[in-house]
């Protein structure tokens, strides 16, 4: 069976993928190289408590040299890594400044541990992601916050939804989004919550899990929420029959999808 970091990184080379790039209302837009050819588009704005900074970039025209530019240290593990990888983390790494400087955190740079989760400022919670053309980072310095994951995922191919659903998702969670969104879009909302939920509880328990650890109990088309119980415990603070909250955003051929973990939920 697979595990999330696995499939994640299989999906990343299934996953549809689109120049299009994920666009809210009222944000200012500020472009970042001065030829507009790396980064084409970045965006900052506050949502839920978050600090949140996305770019639209192309990997065509990445090159290694764009690290000094943006003052970013070349990490070793990329040495040897594909141009679309290298541009990928680049790009998660210049968000994840623009959104520190929200906070009024200059000059940090974010690195990675040997699980290759991000060390952030004390205090800071966040996480970083990415897609073929676009990146995101999300940040938090409230003290009443555990942790933060988001997701952002293209629309997953039906016959790429068709080959893996049962890994990932249940007939009974999918029937709750398919009554207003389709199946393809239905399927990659749960996978990118999911996700999200991985990465803002993995830095904490520090081992894989399957993707029935937390099932789908409710969603709210309204609100754009997606309630998860957890189906069993995880360590002495995820435990079983814990509620968490995804947000999510269906724009384009993307979806979004962030969760934030409150220390009240996390008593032991």
Not at 132 to 159: C, H, W
């Amino acid at each position: 069976m697979f595990i999330l970091g696995n499939l994640h990184s299989l999906l990343g080379s299934l996953i549809q993928c689109s120049y299009n790039s994920i666009i809210f209302p009222q944000q200012k837009n500020i472009m970042l190289d001065q030829d507009r050819r790396f980064i084409l588009q970045l965006d900052n704005y506050m949502m839920d408590e978050l600090s949140i900074s996305e770019c639209s970039f192309l990997s065509e025209h990445y090159d290694d040299s764009l690290f000094l530019s943006y003052n970013i240290p070349f990490p070793h593990s990329l040495k040897n890594a594909v141009v679309t990888r290298k541009a990928e983390y680049l790009a998660g790494r210049i968000c994840s400044q623009k959104a520190l400087a929200i906070l009024n955190i200059k000059g940090f740079n974010v690195l990675s541990d040997s699980n290759r989760c991000s060390l952030w400022p004390d205090g800071i919670k966040g996480s970083i992601t990415h897609s073929r053309y676009n990146a995101m980072a999300a940040i938090t310095q409230e003290k009443s916050i555990f942790s933060v994951g988001i997701d952002l995922e293209p629309i997953v191919k039906t016959e790429v939804m068709l080959n893996i659903k049962d890994q990932i998702s249940s007939y009974h969670e999918m029937k709750l989004i398919t009554s207003f969104y389709p199946d393809e879009i239905a399927f990659t909302l749960l996978f990118s919550a999911k996700e999200s939920f991985f990465k803002a509880a993995y830095p904490s328990i520090k081992k894989y899990f399957n993707f029935d650890t937390i099932e789908l109990i409710d969603f709210s088309i309204e609100k754009n929420i997606l309630a998860f119980s957890m189906q069993k415990d995880l360590n002495d603070f995820f435990k079983k029959d814990n509620l968490y909250y995804a947000k999510f955003r269906v724009k384009n051929n993307y979806v979004v999808t962030h969760i934030i973990i409150n220390k009240s939920v996390m008593l032991p």
